[in-house]
């Protein structure tokens, strides 16, 4: 799922929703073949030419965190 926010001016705001099964292969991770979605957020910038200038990425680590190996 993606949505599109509109700004003024050179930004753009992305949210998405990443989702899907965790490949059985990945080192380190205790939730193997379950689905997970994880909330992203993009800012971009462009300039006069409309080149992306600038990209900002950010993600819900609470997710990622809870997928991984418990070490206890």
Not at 19 to 33: L, R
Request: proline share 6%.
């Amino acid at each position: 799922m993606i949505e599109l926010i509109p700004t003024d001016g050179n930004t753009v705001v992305i949210q998405a929703e990443m989702s899907g099964p965790i490949p059985a292969e990945v080192p380190g991770v205790a939730k193997k073949c379950q689905d997970v979605h994880i909330a992203h957020c993009y800012i971009l910038r462009f300039d006069s030419t409309s080149k992306i200038t600038r990209l900002d990425g950010y993600w819900d680590n609470t997710v990622l965190n809870n997928i991984k190996a418990s070490g206890v």
